[in-house]
């Protein structure tokens, strides 16, 4: 319940906040909405002797739609579910961050603090694999990106440098008329997910013309199933293609043994999320799209 003793800064610009990374060194951590550093802190699982606070800086906190969805880092799960605007052109994001723990957190947490955490139970990273999207980081020696798909090499180890802030994230918007969801199986309110699955498609009459296919918590990091999109394509859309993107899933699969359940248990139920994942998304994209005009850009 106690953390250890640390130095607290609230820097007021982003240049400002790097600065004070980059002079902090190893021991220095951001923090966000401070929902999940804040509970390993207590536990003193994380003891950063310097804390460098991301809350005043507005040029953080954005949402920007065209072509593009562009989202900054500060920008709280509430926010998420609040924009019209983001609903209407990428709706499985307010989707998701509705089933990110309980209101309260949801009013600190931010779309950074979730994909920069690097815990396998965090919801947001496999969406936003799903999406193709790309995470932009800065630090004092300039700017970089990398791309969601690329980020993640184990639990809580990522491409992230500890003097290097996600600043953004930026995915090409999706086009009218496309299906998507997120399933996520769970034993309660706030728990992180047994098994959870994202899909984005496109159709055409029963042909999928694209589909993107992640996974949460199924593994030490997010997964992104790249065989899922070819299968899905490969005929029109049958029990049999269905099941081939399900295999495929849970192919890659390789969650703990834990008190969600056994690794095999966890496995089948990813497989099952998939499968639900698929038949929502199925069900809300408008079936007249026409190739090429839908996620395209998810094609990498
Ligand atoms: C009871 C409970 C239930 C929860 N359930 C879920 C759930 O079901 N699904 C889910 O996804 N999450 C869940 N969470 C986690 C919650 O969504 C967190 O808010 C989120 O994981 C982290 O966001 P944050 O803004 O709070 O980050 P913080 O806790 O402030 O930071 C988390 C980590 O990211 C780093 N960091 C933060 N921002 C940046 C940045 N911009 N650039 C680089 N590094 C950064 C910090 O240094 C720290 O290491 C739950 C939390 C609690 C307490």
Not at 43 to 62: H, K, Q
Not at 123 to 130: G, T, V
Not at 223 to 248: C, D, F, H, M, R
Request: with cysteine; proline share 5%; glycine share 8%.
């Amino acid at each position: 319940m106690i953390p250890g003793d640390f130095d607290y800064l609230r820097p007021r610009t982003k240049s400002e906040a790097l600065t004070m990374l980059r002079e902090g060194g190893d021991e220095a951590r951001p923090i966000a909405g401070g929902h999940s550093l804040i509970p390993m802190m207590k536990l003193r699982m994380a003891t950063p002797e310097r804390l460098v606070d991301l809350g005043a800086l507005s040029d953080l906190n954005y949402i920007d739609i065209d072509k593009e969805v562009r989202i900054g880092a500060s920008v709280t799960q509430h926010q998420l579910i609040e924009s019209t605007e983001l609903h209407d052109a990428c709706p499985i994001l307010r989707e998701t961050a509705l089933l990110i723990a309980d209101p309260q957190i949801r009013y600190c947490g931010t779309i950074g603090g979730n994909v920069a955490n690097g815990d396998p139970g965090n919801d947001m990273p496999a969406l936003m694999q799903c999406l193709d999207a790309t995470y932009i980081i800065e630090s004092t020696n300039g700017k970089r990106e990398v791309k969601a798909r690329d980020f993640y090499q184990g639990a809580y180890f990522t491409a992230l440098e500890t003097v290097e802030l996600i600043t953004g994230i930026r995915f090409k918007a999706p086009a009218q008329g496309h299906g998507y969801s997120y399933q996520k199986l769970k034993r309660k309110v706030g728990d992180y997910a047994t098994a959870a699955a994202a899909v984005v498609l496109s159709m055409s009459e029963d042909n999928v013309l694209d589909a993107s296919v992640a996974l949460t918590n199924l593994a030490d990091t997010p997964l992104y199933v790249a065989e899922a999109e070819s299968i899905l394509t490969s005929a029109p859309l049958s029990p049999i293609t269905i099941k081939g993107a399900v295999k495929a899933a849970e192919a890659i699969m390789a969650p703990a043994s834990d008190g969600r359940g056994s690794s095999e248990y966890r496995t089948r139920m990813g497989g099952v999320m998939v499968q639900r994942a698929i038949e929502a998304a199925v069900e809300r994209a408008d079936k007249t799209a026409k190739k090429g005009g839908l996620f395209g850009w998810l094609k990498r």
